[in-house]
């Protein structure tokens, strides 16, 4: 899915939930928190699909929420990583053209997974097709402190990723869409506060899309 996909090494895969259980530990509980709420918009939902699910680690926080989750990515690794994990069902595939009928899933996931596409408004076309309800979009802040310091320092991963800002991330899917649908964000990991606020500069941006 990612232009240069730097996921498809065996030696990522394998690290890759190590980050969650060490210096990411404080990051993915209030990640978890505001995708918690972004949920909540949802009520209704009964199922959710994750794009770019790579090791299945919010596939699995999904299912314990109640949603029937299957996750989607493109890289082997990863899904072999999710396997042994014990993720729900996770399928290879492409974002830009998903295996499953118009309509047919209640929610779509994105999870710090845009920045990494080489086409998202294809991406998001598509998801909005399969999406019943809404989608789940989780992207790290072009605006935020954090935005800037990784890419300043976090190596050519996130050099070759794009931020987004909540503005533009409203836009894009906007042009997709129309304005018919509804948005609702919040911005997390902020340097000197735990909980999730409608400004924007926190490190990372949840947003709920409502279809209806």
Same mark, same amino acid.
């Given at each position: 899915?990612?232009?240069?996909? *730097? ?9 890759? =939930? ?11 509980? /209030? ?6 709420? !972004? ?10 699909? =994750? ?40 399928? /290879? ?26 086409? *998202? ?18 992207? !790290? ?15 050519? $991963? ?17 042009? $997709? ?20 606020? *409608? ?14």
């Amino acid at each position: 899915m990612p232009t240069n996909n *730097p996921f498809t090494s065996p030696e990522t895969a394998a690290n890759y =939930e190590a980050w969650y259980q060490t210096v990411g530990r404080t990051a993915d509980r /209030q990640e978890k928190a505001l995708l918690k709420w !972004l949920l909540s918009k949802f009520k209704a939902a009964h199922s959710i699909l =994750e794009i770019g699910s790579g090791t299945g680690h919010f596939t699995r926080w999904f299912g314990e929420q109640g949603l029937l989750a299957t996750g989607l990515d493109s890289s082997r690794p990863m899904l072999e990583e999710a396997i042994r994990l014990k993720s729900p069902v996770c399928l /290879q595939g492409d974002a830009a053209l998903l295996p499953f009928r118009s309509s047919s899933i209640d929610l779509v996931a994105l999870i710090t997974t845009l920045e990494f596409l080489p086409d *998202p408004i294809v991406a998001l076309t598509e998801a909005i097709r399969v999406a019943r309800e809404g989608l789940i979009l989780g992207v !790290l802040n072009a605006q935020s402190r954090l935005g800037r310091q990784y890419k300043r320092e976090a190596g050519p $991963i996130w050099e070759a990723a794009h931020f987004y800002t909540p503005n533009e991330l409203k836009r894009v899917v906007e042009e $997709i869409a129309g304005d018919k649908p509804k948005t609702v964000w919040r911005t997390t990991l902020w340097s000197c506060w735990q909980n999730a606020l *409608p400004l924007p500069w926190g490190g990372f941006i949840g947003m709920a899309v409502k279809l209806h």
